[in-house]
């Protein structure tokens, strides 16, 4: 990608606000759309141009990258009157690294075949730290010369960028994390409090417990969270239990029964009908204890 390469950014939420943020700094021109200006407001002070719709955003940008909430989010920035497809010059590139349905990614791709349009799917691991870090993990989903193109600006984003199959399969590799993160949450959440009620210092217990065979991500960066009483997201539950929805049903369409993601999935809904939808994931730690 060319300097000149003009870039749009859509969804500039706890995640996006970073991902953008590199890439203004990597010196690309950068246009911005998001629901709630205000989110964007660092973003224009350092040189981000708003657009006033996702429309006007499509028509001036060779690449978009997309990242918003759910699935019917994801559908309408793409497939609704005033969507992406509708709009995007021919021969440009569309990204998107929501989680989302597989299902939703294939048919957003064969849309953006019939209109010269390339479309990725590219969902990303790491939360707030790798955002902001750009070490996110990429899983890609599309076509090889498509993912080739746009791998420079990937590379501004992460550093575990692969390039998974055909369109879907980023998305089906996010289950595939999301699916391990769920009871690793648990077995977290639980040792934490284990470690609390055996009187112990779980500061102590970590130095030992992460090197070992039990070390995870989560447990690196999660359980100080839990430690601290630091709630904050940098994955929202909402979210959380919006991607173990799409792991439930896509696993059911494979005839497979995942149990550690049903229970997950429960504790964290009766979590949120506790009030802490937009706690970060780590927050599952209350509920234990």
């Known amino acids: 990608m060319k300097k000149e390469t003009k870039v749009g950014f859509v969804g500039i939420g706890v995640m996006g606000k970073s991902m953008a943020s590199h890439l203004l700094h990597a010196g690309f021109p950068l246009y911005i759309y998001t629901r709630t200006k205000e989110k964007a407001q660092r973003l224009l002070e ?12 499509a028509k001036e940008c060779d690449v978009v990258f997309t990242m918003v909430g759910y699935p019917k989010d994801v559908e309408e920035t793409y497939l609704g009157e005033e969507g992406l497809l509708q709009y ?11 989680t989302s349905e597989p299902s939703l990614a294939i048919r957003i791709y064969e849309e953006g075949k019939k209109k010269n349009i390339h479309v990725l799917d590219a969902p990303v691991s790491g939360g707030d730290i790798g955002a902001r870090d750009a070490k996110l993990t990429i899983m890609v989903g599309g076509e090889e010369q498509v993912f080739e193109a746009c791998k420079p600006l990937f590379e501004k984003l992460g550093t575990n960028i692969i390039l998974q199959g055909k369109a879907g399969a980023g998305q089906h590799t996010k289950m ?20 609390e009620k055996a009187g112990l210092d779980p500061q102590t217990v970590l130095l030992s417990i992460s090197t070992g065979a039990a070390g995870s991500w989560s447990l690196d960066n999660l359980a100080p969270r839990m430690i601290a ?20 049903e896509e696993a059911k369409a494979l005839g497979i029964h995942a149990h550690g993601l049903a229970l997950a999935k429960k504790l964290y809904e009766e979590l949120a009908e506790q009030g ?9 730690y209350k509920l234990y204890k």
């Open 46 to 57: 350092s040189g981000a141009i708003w657009k006033e719709s996702i429309a006007d955003l």
């Open 88 to 98: 995007a010059k021919q021969g440009s590139y569309l990204i998107d690294m929501t």
């Open 176 to 195: 595939c994390n999301q699916i391990t993160i769920a009871s690793t949450m648990m077995g977290v959440s639980e040792a934490m409090v284990y470690a």
């Open 229 to 248: 009483q630091n709630f904050e997201p940098g994955f929202y539950i909402k979210h959380f239990i919006k991607d173990m929805s799409i792991a439930v």
């Open 276 to 284: 802490e939808e937009n706690s970060g994931t780590q927050a599952l």
